[in-house]
């Protein structure tokens, strides 16, 4: 039996659907245990592409357990749409759990999301507007609504009403819109609950239960390190923790129950909305990165920012996630370059740092210190044995996981479920 926690090393979108597909097929259970749909996980199974904002990627998989943990927060409409469209497409949907203790995202959470984004003007986050933030902060603020109260029949009403009557005094007075109507909301959000009652339950039970019946667990993280709330690159950041710890708390088992955590870095950098980006290029090598590796944001379709493979912000997200491999994806988007670098260290004023600075505007004073490599120009999407790879390829490989400090278990060469290279078994 083995837990296995799987997140994203870089600033998101680092192939974690891919990866999780992949590992899922020996998993038991799948689990997501933090962010929203401001995910956007892609997962490209024989010719069909499917495109996960909530639901854990192991859904393909035939009667495979997925469950969304309470670390999560839950537009119920997305995720209804999300379930319509499997179910479509035939996927069965019948074992997915949802956390009571999961938050919900409300109407006026996506309102507040874009009206703070306005307000910020050159200072805004880029957020996916999806009321992720505002969610968050109702639950650290203890006045949101979750799973458990959305099915309340009796107290869902009153919840919503003492809620609205505050967040309609803070768009009418504060942010100058109009306020919203109370019987629309809960007409629609009666009907979600009903609608999304049958899937709800304790979903830590289910999980430890699983644990003790030595099942193999993959957890599922969304978004990634450097998004983190605490460990990232604050403000620039997502209002949950996608780091390793956050699988505990968001599903609600202790750290003790965890044995690997791997993590999903690309073979160079990318970055949607605002915030520093030390390595990221602004050239003709960034637009060829861009346009090989379709870098448009799989939820908002926004041009994600490209840039080299950070060899500080991947020992820092090994640092802080405790990563025993790392699965390097996006290595065939390298191909046909004279030249790839990876940033070793930072110059900062006058000396060389090479673990990742804490201070809000650190990074702006930063200049990557860079290593040179010979790219290679033979197609790598059909290769599957590491050693059939090309030399500069294996070198690069090689120095990656020196410099970051992390072996590399995985290497993905093409979006596809087969275009894997499996150097060690995470189960
Ligand atoms: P996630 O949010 O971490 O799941 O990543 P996204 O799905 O948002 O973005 C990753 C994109 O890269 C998707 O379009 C994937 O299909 C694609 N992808 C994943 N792994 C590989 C790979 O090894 N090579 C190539 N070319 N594409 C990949
Ligand atoms: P996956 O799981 C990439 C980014 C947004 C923005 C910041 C805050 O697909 O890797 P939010 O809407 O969360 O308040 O936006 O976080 N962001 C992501 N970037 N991948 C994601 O998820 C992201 N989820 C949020 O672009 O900069
Ligand atoms: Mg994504």
């Known amino acids: 039996?083995?837990?296995?926690?799987?997140?994203?090393?870089?600033?998101?979108?680092?192939?974690?659907?891919?990866?999780?597909?992949?590992?899922?097929?020996?998993?038991?259970?799948?689990?997501?245990?933090?962010?929203?749909?401001?995910?956007?996980h892609t997962v490209v199974?024989?010719?069909?592409t499917f495109q996960l904002h909530l639901i854990p990627s192991g859904i393909l998989y035939a009667d495979k357990p997925c469950i969304v943990g309470n670390g999560t927060v839950i537009d119920p409409e997305v995720l209804l749409d999300e379930l319509e469209g499997l179910k479509n497409r035939g996927i069965s949907i019948k074992n997915l759990r949802i956390s009571p203790k999961a938050?919900?995202?409300m109407?006026?959470?996506?309102?507040?999301?874009?009206?703070d984004e306005k307000s910020k003007g050159t200072k805004k986050i880029g957020t996916t507007g999806r009321g992720i933030g505002p969610a968050y902060s109702d639950k650290a603020s203890r006045v949101g609504i979750r799973v458990t109260d959305l099915i309340d029949e009796e107290n869902f009403p009153l919840l919503l009403k003492g809620a609205l009557e505050e967040k309609n005094r803070?768009?009418?007075?504060?942010?100058?819109?109009?306020?919203?109507?109370?019987?629309?909301?809960?007409?629609?959000?009666?009907?979600?609950a009903a609608d999304l009652k049958q899937y709800v339950e304790d979903i830590s039970v289910l999980v430890e239960e699983a644990i003790k019946e030595d099942k193999n667990i993959l957890f599922e993280g969304a978004q990634g390190t450097l998004l983190d709330l605490d460990h990232g690159t604050y403000p620039y950041v997502t209002s949950s923790h996608p780091i390793?710890?956050?699988?505990?708390?968001?599903?609600?088992?202790?750290?003790?129950r965890i044995n690997r955590v791997a993590g999903v870095a690309k073979a160079y950098v990318t970055r949607v909305g605002s915030g520093p980006f030390p390595t990221e290029l602004f050239d003709n090598t960034g637009d060829y990165i861009r346009k090989q590796g379709h870098e448009y944001g799989t939820t908002t379709g926004r041009p994600r920012r490209c840039g080299w493979f950070d060899a500080v912000v991947a020992r820092y997200s090994a640092r802080v996630n405790g990563l025993d491999y790392l699965a390097v994806t996006k290595l065939d988007v390298l191909t046909g370059l004279d030249t790839i670098k990876i940033c070793t260290g930072y110059k900062y004023r006058g000396e060389v740092i090479s673990e990742f600075p804490c201070g809000r505007d650190a990074l702006k004073d930063c200049e990557p210190c860079y290593e040179e490599f010979s790219g290679w120009k033979d197609d790598i999407s059909l290769v599957r044995n590491y050693q059939e790879l090309p030399d500069n390829a294996k070198k690069y490989l090689e120095r990656v996981?020196?410099?970051?400090?992390v072996p590399v278990g995985i290497i993905g060469v093409g979006p596809k479920r087969d275009q894997t290279i499996i150097l060690k078994e995470m189960y």
């Open 103 to 105: 938050h919900v995202i």
């Open 1 to 40: 039996m083995s837990t296995v926690v799987l997140i994203g090393a870089q600033w998101g979108d680092e192939g974690k659907g891919k990866v999780t597909d992949y590992l899922a097929e020996k998993a038991e259970i799948v689990v997501r245990y933090a962010g929203g749909n401001n995910a956007g």
């Open 244 to 256: 390793a710890a956050s699988a505990c708390l968001g599903t609600g088992i202790g750290p003790t």
């Open 170 to 192: 803070l768009l009418r007075d504060y942010y100058g819109i109009p306020e919203m109507d109370y019987n629309t909301i809960l007409k629609d959000y009666q009907k979600y």
């Open 45 to 48: 199974v024989g010719d069909q």
């Open 401 to 405: 996981s020196e410099v970051s400090g």
């Open 107 to 115: 109407p006026y959470h996506r309102i507040i999301d874009a009206a």
